[in-house]
């Protein structure tokens, strides 16, 4: 006689693909919601401190002074004042958001 019922292993396989293939079609691209947070930093994002703090430093130590503060700028962890919730990963937001604050930072400084 022939058993015809699934090992185990089978099973376990089917299981797993039930559970992680409409999860892999149902998912956030991580690349689409950073570029969400970029677009969000570019267009909301103030960085009018960071170009007072620039000038000021300039005028009164020069170019030590607009270093310093390039310096700071870029250890800055610029962060959304809040992520509403959405068609998007919230932890990639967040990424794409920084690093687009912190170029601004940069550049102004």
Known sequence: ML????SRLVKHISIL???????SIFAVDCSESKIK???????????????????????LLGLIGTGAVTGIAAFSNPQPKMVLSGDFNPDCFRNGYMKKAKKKYIWCA
């Open 3 to 6: 058993n015809r019922q699934p």
């Open 17 to 23: 693909l039930i559970i992680l293939i409409p999860a």
């Open 37 to 59: 947070g970029e677009n969000d930093a570019a267009e909301q994002h103030s960085s009018t401190g960071w170009i007072v703090g620039g000038f000021a430093s300039g005028v």
